[in-house]
């Protein structure tokens, strides 16, 4: 190592779950790193060129995530041309109103990392960009630092308790922990100059778009996340059939007109590793009373079903000094659908963040932190846990 440095709080990813860790531990006055491999953050909502803030609300008219999700969303707001739905969920609006009218917003990626970056600096979040995080080193159980690497050697962070909310459970995974994978269909996104109409939601300008594509419906991609060659297979697989788009498209358009601008950052895998955790959040979970809930959920597909959290789901099985957050969480199946989008992971985020915090206040082990601290927390900022916290009542027993 070329030197050692020493956090009370320690969180890799600066994707939206990562920020939010941050943002929690260090509102609570401790000293936070937030250690990012890339030079830009938000993660994938950024890198990946997405543009939609999923909603906040349970598509009925009920809105369930609060906190720094919802504080997010409206700096999100503040360089972009988009605006709030005036009304969202609600009686009086079809079901197809209910899917679409809801509590959610476009954005500017570009626009939300400058948002971001300043949530960050205003909490005095100790940001460390373009560092990988490499290997982690163990006490027994206990994570107790992380061998990260960048431009100025190799470096020790030490912490009292760390967040894995790399997206693909980096800690987890080089501490030895389990994990579970699922399959990714092949997608990229990217911003284009098209010819194309102008009312459609992907626009942000006159003729600039991002370009959604999934490619052949039941196109799987080569290989999950979880091995370095077939990331890169991924990523050029995407390109190939880029290339044949925009060949297909000069046959009746022109280059001049229609043309690529920007390519995703991040390969596209919507689901990597998901942490082996006390509790694996799994489908139909929806409706279920979990007393160690730290934040709900809607299902960002349909209107209705709301998702109680327990703090379990962060925890992993296995390992002290570790919570997982956003989309390496432990949800899988259905349950991984749900939480891994961009505001769900966000309050997963900000409660890994605060129960890492405690762990370090209250010198337990993270496995055994009182979730009931943790809870009031999140009450003292208005965060609703239950259903019944919103006045919602589908329980079914745990
Ligand atoms: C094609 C596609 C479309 C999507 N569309 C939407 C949408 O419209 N709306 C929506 O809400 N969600 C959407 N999502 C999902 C959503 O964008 C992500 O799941 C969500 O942003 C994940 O946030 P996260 O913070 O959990 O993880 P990530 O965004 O993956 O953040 C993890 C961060 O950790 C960093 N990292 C990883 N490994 C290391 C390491 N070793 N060292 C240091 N740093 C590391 C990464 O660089 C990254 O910045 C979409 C996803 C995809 C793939």
Same mark, same amino acid.
Request: proline share 6%.
């Given at each position: 190592m070329d030197f050692t440095v020493k956090y009370d709080v320690a969180v890799v990813g600066a994707g939206v779950a990562g920020i939010a860790a941050a943002l929690a531990a260090a509102r609570r006055g401790h000293k936070v790193a937030l250690i990012e %491999? $890339? *030079?830009?953050?938000?993660g994938l909502a950024t890198s990946g060129l997405i543009y939609i803030y999923l909603?906040? @609300?349970? !598509? %009925? !008219? *009920? $809105?369930v995530i609060k906190g720094i999700s919802e504080e997010m969303l409206y700096r999100s707001?503040?360089?972009?041309?988009f605006d709030l739905p005036k009304e969202w969920g609600?009686? !009086?609006?079809s079901e197809v109103g209910q899917r679409f009218n809801r509590l959610r917003v476009d954005f500017s990626p570009a626009g939300f990392i400058l948002s971001l970056d300043e949530m960050l600096a205003e909490a005095g979040v100790d940001l460390w960009l373009d *560092?990988? #995080? @490499?290997a982690v080193q163990k006490s027994g159980d206990k994570v107790t630092a992380l061998e990260v690497e960048n431009t100025s050697g190799r470096i020790l962070v030490q912490a009292g308790a760390f967040v894995d909310a790399s997206g693909e459970a980096i800690i987890v995974r080089r501490a030895g922990g389990a994990v579970e994978c699922d399959y990714n269909n092949l997608s990229l996104w990217l911003i284009e100059n098209t010819p194309e109409a102008q009312d459609s939601t992907y626009y942000f300008g006159k003729t600039l778009r991002v370009k959604p594509f999934m490619f052949a419906k039941n196109d799987i991609a080569p290989g999950d996340g979880m091995d370095g060659r077939k990331v890169t297979d991924f990523t050029r697989v995407c390109y190939k059939h880029l290339r044949e788009f925009y060949r297909e498209s000069y046959k009746t358009s022109s280059r001049y007109e229609h043309y690529p601008i920007h390519l995703p950052a991040m390969p596209q895998f919507r689901k990597i590793a998901a942490a082996k955790c006390r509790f694996m959040l799994d489908t139909k979970g929806y409706g279920v009373h979990h007393e160690d809930s730290i934040g709900l959920t809607g299902d960002w597909r349909a209107p209705g079903p709301v998702w109680e959290t327990p703090l379990r789901s962060l925890v992993p099985e296995t390992l002290d000094g570790v919570f997982a957050a956003g989309r390496c969480m432990g949800a899988i199946n259905d349950a991984w659908e749900v939480y891994r989008v961009i505001p769900t992971a966000a309050m997963t985020g900000e409660a890994a963040g605060l129960a890492a915090a405690l762990t370090v206040e209250n010198k337990c082990d993270s496995r055994d932190l009182d979730y009931k601290l943790v809870q009031d927390a999140l009450r003292k900022k208005? #965060?609703?846990?239950?259903l019944r916290d919103v006045n919602l009542t589908a329980y079914t027993a745990d």
């Open positions: %491999k $890339q *030079t830009l953050i938000g909603p906040l @609300c349970d !598509g %009925k !008219g *009920t $809105q707001l503040e360089f972009s041309q609600g009686a !009086g609006i *560092t990988r #995080v @490499c208005d #965060v609703p846990l239950h």
